[in-house]
């Protein structure tokens, strides 16, 4: 049995950061229709936000010792972050927060990509076929991913969580099992608590606002909308920029989990693409329901009980559902009629 | 029926008798060379310059280590050609090597990018060897990638000097006569660890093992549960995992509750990072199972890519082929050479290439040729010193080196970033040693090409 709830409790972490990157890109599908293969890297992008913060907070004095010789014969250097000289215990502080603290840099700078990709790319391949759409934004991701590469290398790149959240919390206590029987990550557990904040976020935006509304009327019928003299291009736009920002903090807040490297969005862009198309091309709360839904299987098909019964489920659950879904239900899970469908 | 010859039977004979004599006039002269018998072989140099082929990966997860063979290479090339210090030539025991070049020719290079993938690093080395005349392919950072060029190699006559591959397999049931590799295997280290292992925790103790699914994971787990069940350990569950799997999550729960008190991460590169980092985020580190402390342990260590890991690899125990704090002549002289030239010192993968350019330099050098067949053969069965892991022996039956290895544990208070690993112990040749039979596998001939 607590094998059964630390496999839903993986599932429904790893489902939130499928749910995170398919609800932009099923979100960017519904507004503008298009097929945005250049998501993954936007994840990565945030992650890489949390690498860059992190970078800038060490920045280091160095100082070289004549004394000690490194084992090549130059000077030891002695190096010592400024921000520690400057602020001392705060400085220690801030460096050890430097995950959450580069949320405040995530959203502005994926929120500008975001649009600067939009205005300066995306917008000439509107009208364009899917082909076309998947090629450029593909291409995309992958000069994005070797800038990246020359930038901060091909290893992955260590950002550790905060001191306070960095052990496991005995969560079994807390419904009735015995103690360590059901220990899990805090960082794991913010993620998950972090991720139903932005999705719920999200959904509110787009239900309860005038602008979100807009923005639903315009993916129900861009041209009436257009018609009633609303800028729908726009908000377009700004939505593609809110798509970019919830994938960039997703993908920084993932660095403690998943040590980031060049290639990690391309990892997620795949399964995340199953994701959405099992939950419904643009559909937000298919995407959501099914990244949960995966994450889950995904989980379940790993452990030794069921690998033992079928070997290797665990690496072929999310297509093998995938396959299922779309025989049963062409249009996925909670997808509407007439969507990329000519 | 007729005897009668036509003009055309004459001319025939006498075209015969002409081309013969053509043939043995020619030949004349070769009899009394003592060349006379060699054949030709495979991008046999003509010229004042003997290209080499570094296939290394530059793109692709492991594209950080190809950089540090690549730049091994240059260095290699530098000190065979007699520039900069010279670094290992100077304590190498061989002294063929004058800084020379080879045989009179300067060593030039062209390079390939194997990306990690089979397919491609053959179709990069194919090209250096059909396209840019390479005599010799050399580098890599996968044991999949090894074997699939190994193969290539041996189909078109020529040499390949094996990079980083630590499977049995390459010099086991896939090894070929024009294939040699200088790194260790898994045999070797699971010899070399499990005593450590058996010290510091004892006999009675159940492993967990996750396994990355390819030819290396397979052959490290087989290495490690043939040493470690041998002194009393038992195994509780071994696990294959995806490479490249990103989260491990789902496969370290199951360990939580397994019974086991320490986890095998049969993991190299980033699936060795995630997984060790995720393994100590889910507590197993913190935590007592049958009244032991839990443990962790990376049989295969990279310094290149255990920094990646953090603080999570202190104290972690596992074994790696060289390391830069060595304090023998020919380490000093190799980081000495590497560390000017670079400004860091060098990794395990950029020593193990090093050596195999040299190693192959000097095998040419003592066979007066390129010729594949006759570079074999002063490779098989060479001693040499000086290089950085002591006294070092080519063997004949495999093309396996044989040489001290190194056990290592995750330093507890680095100095610099680099110092990631402390040697804890240095295993002799004769405890890592095992019978050419053992691993299977045939040689069969050299091919020239």
């Known amino acids: 049995m607590d094998a059964l709830v630390l496999q839903i409790l993986n599932g429904l972490d790893k489902g939130a950061a499928y749910a995170l990157i398919a609800l932009g890109l099923t979100l960017v599908f519904g507004t503008l229709g298009v097929v945005n293969f250049a998501h993954g890297a936007l994840f990565m992008l945030g992650a890489f936000c949390a690498v860059s913060v992190k970078a800038l907070l060490t920045l280091e004095h160095v100082a070289l010792d004549p004394e000690k010789l490194t084992a090549w014969g130059t000077p030891m250097e002695i190096r010592t972050p400024y921000i520690e000289s400057w602020f001392g215990d705060f400085g220690a502080t801030l460096i050890d927060y430097s995950v959450p603290v580069s949320i405040l840099l995530a959203i502005p700078v994926m929120l500008i990509l975001g649009i600067i990709m939009e205005r300066g790319l995306i917008r000439h ?44 919390a005995d969560i079994g206590l807390l419904i009735g099992f015995a103690e360590n029987a059901i220990v899990y990550p805090w960082w794991r557990i913010i993620y998950l608590i972090f991720s139903a904040a932005i999705l719920g976020a999200v959904f509110a935006f787009l239900k309860y606002t005038t602008f979100g509304m807009v923005v639903r009327a315009g993916m129900a019928d861009r041209e009436t909308v257009g018609l009633l003299g609303i800028d729908i291009d726009r908000r377009f736009t700004i939505v593609f920029g809110l798509a970019t920002v919830v994938a960039g903090v997703a993908g920084v807040m993932y660095t403690p989990i998943l040590s980031p490297d060049y290639h990690m969005g391309m990892d997620f862009l795949v399964l995340s693409f199953v994701v959405v198309v099992v939950g419904g091309m643009g559909s937000l709360g298919g995407a959501v329901a099914a990244g949960f839904l995966l994450g889950i299987l995904q989980s379940f098909a790993s452990m030794n009980e069921v690998n033992s019964i079928l070997p290797g489920i665990d690496q072929i659950i999310i297509y093998l559902i995938a396959v299922v879904v779309l025989l049963v239900r062409p249009r996925g899970l909670m997808g509407r009629k007439g969507v990329m469908e000519d | 029926m007729s005897n009668k010859k036509t003009p055309i039977d004459t001319s025939k004979r006498n075209l015969l008798k002409g081309t013969a004599g053509i043939i043995a006039a020619g030949s004349m002269p070769l009899v009394f060379s003592n060349k006379a018998f060699a054949a030709s ?31 091994a290479y240059k ?30 020719k300067k060593v030039v290079y062209v390079t390939g990018d ?16 059909e396209k840019d005349g390479a005599v010799m392919i050399t580098g890599g950072s996968s ?3 090894a074997i699939a060029v190994q193969g290539l190699c041996q189909e078109a006559g020529v040499i390949f000097m094996a990079g980083l591959t630590h499977s049995n397999d390459t010099t086991g049931k896939d090894k070929r006569a024009n294939g040699f590799r200088h790194f260790f295997n898994t045999e070797m280290t699971g010899a070399a660890l499990a005593p450590v292992l058996k010290n510091n925790y004892g006999t009675d103790r159940v492993a967990y093992h996750l396994t990355a699914d390819y030819t290396w994971g397979w052959s490290q787990e087989g290495s490690i549960r043939k040493y470690t069940e041998a002194m009393g350990w038992k195994t509780s569950q071994a696990v294959k995992t ?10 370290i729960t199951p360990v939580l509750n397994s019974g086991a008190d320490v986890l095998v991460l049969n993991h190299y590169g980033k699936d060795m990072v995630n997984s060790l980092t995720q393994a100590v985020q889910f507590g197993l ?16 260590y990279s310094r290149l890519m255990a920094a990646g890991a953090g603080d999570n690899v202190k104290g972690i125990f596992g074994s790696t082929n060289w390391h830069w704090s060595l304090q023998d002549a020919g380490s ?21 290439t090093y050596c195999q350019a040299v190693l192959y330099a000097d095998a040419c050098q003592r066979a007066g040729s390129f010729k594949p067949s006759a570079v074999g053969a002063a490779l098989e069965g060479f001693k040499f010193d000086g290089l950085g892991n002591g006294p070092t022996e080519y063997r004949a039956e495999d093309h396996q080196c044989f040489k001290d290895v190194l056990v290592v544990k995750g330093k507890e208070n680095p100095s610099s970033k680099f110092d990631v690993l402390e040697v804890v112990e240095v295993t002799p040749r004769s405890q890592v040693e095992y019978k050419p039979s053992m691993l299977g596998g045939e040689l069969g001939p050299f091919n020239n090409g």
Request: aromatic share 10%; net charge positive; glycine share 12%.
């Open chain 2, 242 to 251: 995806p490479v490249g799997a990103g989260d491990f999550s789902q496969y």
């Open chain 1, 125 to 168: 391949f509107y009208k364009r076929p899917h082909a076309d759409q998947i090629l450029v934004t593909f291409g995309l991701a992958i000069v994005v991913q070797e800038i990246v590469k020359a930038q901060f290398g091909a290893n992955p790149i260590p950002q550790p969580a905060p001191d306070i959240f960095a052990g496991s």
């Open chain 2, 143 to 145: 044991s999949g990638v």
């Open chain 2, 75 to 104: 260095l290699a090339v530098q000190h065979i050609n007699g520039e900069g210090d010279g670094g290992m030539l100077n304590t190498f025991s061989s002294k063929t090597l004058k800084g020379n070049g080879v045989n009179g």
């Open chain 2, 114 to 129: 194997t990306q990690t993938k089979s397919d491609a690093a053959r179709a990069s080395a194919k090209r250096m060897i």
């Open chain 2, 41 to 71: 072989y495979r991008n046999e140099p003509k010229g004042g310059t003997v290209t080499f082929g570094f296939n290394v990966p530059q793109t692709g997860a492991y594209a950080d280590e190809g950089a540090d063979e690549l730049r």
């Open chain 2, 285 to 300: 580190r913190d935590k007592q199972v049958n009244g032991k402390d839990f443990t962790i342990v990376v049989p295969l």
């Open chain 2, 332 to 352: 000093k002289a190799f980081v000495k050479s590497f560390g000017q030239a670079y400004g860091f010192p060098p990794s395990q993968a950029a020593h193990t």
